[in-house]
């Protein structure tokens, strides 16, 4: 199967379960005071040590749309806090995500949260562990596949999405420390360290797919991508559209929205066939895709320019945004169509 990493908040073994969290966490909890939006470059992490928390996840479901999550990812000593919130999709139709990343001072988690995302809200509060933690414990958690150990979070969750998609109101989570056991490889920080946790919790595709178009520009200060994947044996096709950008306060954004299962044959256009191609293959000279909601508008590929141009837009979580305002460049393989 040919696919890109599902979201986090479905594919941590934290939430697999919906009525329990892995035992015993922290037992000595001091005090980790984390301040939002430190600029990237002024952090240095490291590697927790062994036995620390290497992540911290806690899971807000929205109290109004259980189709609407809020997951907190902390990394301790990299200095990094994600909160990724997701709409799950709703008889057929589209599912999406919006990711937002920032810089914390590299710290042991020491059991006090105190962090604020720049125009999103802010999460303050305890963390208290679930049972004590002996040494005997840890090295037995150590010995694991996935090292976690269990507690709670009480305090106060205040958070707005980007464009006002979503709100979330609470004051009590669960919450999976994943320890670090053994060597952790050090990484690299700052802003390229930032994008890379935002763009990690992905998304699905699925797959084999014949008929497969990847599309990527710049639109004003965002990077934008536009995938369309399917094939015509089964008369199907997911589209799929990302933005990245940074927000004020130096917050990596990432959006992306999905629309799985539409027809292929009433979203895309072939043209005819090209000739001439280097590997003797033939295909079509071009390709017009019309996806529907939340996509809005058309987009035609050709071949000859290697570029897609139209007016193709898509509203995401809190934001309407035009694709193609002007050209990406494109390729399309074409399995299907030879």
Known sequence: MNSVRSPRVLTSMFWRSSSSIAAAAAVVLVALVLVGAIAP??????????????????????????????????????????????EGSRNGGFEGAVSYAIAIPPAPLEGSLDLSLPGLGSIVGTVTPDKPRTSAARAKVCRSDYPTEGATFEG??????????????????????????????????????????????????????PIRLFAQGEVRHRVIEFIAWGGQSSNSVEFVAIDREWLPGEVATERWVKKGSASLKKTVALGPAASGRAD?????????????????????????????????????LGLKLHLTPSPLTATLADEDLR
Request: aromatic letters at 10%.
């Open 41 to 86: 470059s002024a952090i240095a992490a490291g590697a927790p040590p062994d036995g620390e928390a290497k992540e911290v996840n806690l899971l807000f479901p929205s109290p109004t749309n259980y189709r609407n999550v809020l997951a907190l990812h902390l990394f301790p000593a990299k200095g990094v806090a994600v909160v990724e919130t997701y």
């Open 156 to 209: 106060q969750l205040d958070f707005r999405g980007s464009g006002g998609y979503g709100r979330w109101h609470a004051t009590k989570s669960p919450v999976e420390v994943v320890l670090a056991c053994g060597t952790e490889p050090e990484k690299e920080n700052g802003s390229h360290a930032l994008f890379a946790h935002v763009i990690e919790p992905g998304l699905v595709l699925n797959g084999p797919a």
């Open 280 to 316: 003797g293959a033939t295909g079509p000279a071009s390709a017009t895709f019309t996806p529907p909601a939340p996509f809005f508008g058309k987009a035609t590929y050709r071949r000859s320019t290697g570029k897609l141009t139209g007016s193709l837009g898509v509203s995401f």
